[in-house]
Nanobody
Framework: QLQASGGGPVQAGGSLRLSCVLS????????MAWFRQAPGKEREFVAA????????SLVDSVKGRFTISRDTAKNTVHLQMNHLRPEDTAVYYC???????????????????WGQGTLVTVSS
């Protein structure tokens, strides 16, 4: 239902842009988000964006480095990641949900559609 892409290897300080495309089945979702899961760790919230008005939220550890944006014409959400650090290494997942309850944006349980994940590896 969601197609994520853009991951890969990168050196510390470099940049990557992740993309997530909604399918026709998920067009009615109202919020899209990126989560990440590092080896041996739980999935954690990275960023979310309202598809209707573009309001965004990012976890503190990526503020000033990552930007989330939407392209409504292409039903796509991007995560621009700059100044990458080794601790950003993880599988990144995009999710979509339809309730648009701001307080739940950072909760993975709020999302009912997920992409397959794309691996980001940052080397020092």
């Amino acid at each position: 239902q969601l197609q994520a892409s853009g991951g890969g290897p990168v050196q510390a300080g470099g940049s990557l842009r992740l993309s997530c495309v909604l399918s026709e089945r998920t067009f009615r979702r109202t919020v899209m988000a990126w989560f990440r899961q590092a080896p041996g760790k739980e999935r954690e919230f990275v960023a979310a964006i309202s598809l209707s008005d573009g309001t965004a939220s990012l976890v503190d550890s990526v503020k000033g480095r990552f930007t989330i944006s939407r392209d409504t014409a292409k039903n796509t959400v991007h995560l621009q990641m700059n100044h990458l650090r080794p601790e950003d290494t993880a599988v990144y997942y995009c999710g979509a949900e339809g309730t648009n309850i701001r307080s739940s944006w950072s909760m993975s349980t709020a999302y009912d559609y997920w992409g397959q994940g794309t691996l980001v590896t940052v080397s020092s």
